[in-house]
């Protein structure tokens, strides 16, 4: 790609996307093109280097293993949530030090912990290694930490470390 357009379908999908929403004319022609090319190099710029996959057999194991977590916090929600309501729970940020430092591992477990119900991640300091992440459950802390240290850290160190 060039300088000028790095990413030209993206601009050109953003052209066509930003005229289809607003309405024909050669001044939104122009101010689409300008933000298309702006947007193309942001994600030059955000785009990460491509992972190096270590080991491929531990993938699989990794998606079966979320999708068990996924369903059991599914049910865990919901009994909180129809038997309990806001009685009996409190929720709570936890910390956790982790020794995974690859960019594209913790955008993995990012996206497990966002997509287990229940959990959220809040915060990731590159300095000390520490993941803050919101749980809705505090009874649960020590589960989820023990999750992530002791079951998802090591797969990802695996995959991509």
């Known amino acids: 790609m060039t300088r000028l357009i790095p990413h030209p379908v993206l ?4 052209v066509f996307l930003w005229l289809v929403l607003t309405r024909f004319s050669l001044g939104y022609l122009i101010l689409g093109t300008a933000l298309s090319l702006v947007a193309g190099w942001a994600y030059s710029a955000l785009h990460p280097a491509k992972p190096r996959i270590g080991r491929w057999r531990t993938i699989p194991r990794l998606f079966v293993t979320l999708f068990m977590d996924i369903v059991r916090s599914n049910i865990a929600v919901t009994r909180l949530l129809l038997t309990e309501g806001r009685n009996g729970r409190k929720s709570a940020f936890i910390q956790i030090p982790l020794q995974v430092t690859n960019p594209n591992a913790l955008a993995v477990l990012s996206i497990i912990v966002t997509a287990t119900p229940g959990t959220a991640w809040v915060e990731y300091g590159t300095d000390s ?3 803050t992440i919101h749980i809705f459950d505090a009874s649960e802390a020590d589960h ?4 992530i240290v002791n ?8 995959i991509f470390e």
Not at 144 to 147: G, K, S
């Open 11 to 14: 601009s050109l999908s953003l």
């Open 151 to 158: 079951t998802y850290e090591p797969m990802l160190l695996e």
């Open 129 to 131: 290694g520490i993941l």
């Open 144 to 147: 989820y930490q023990d999750v």
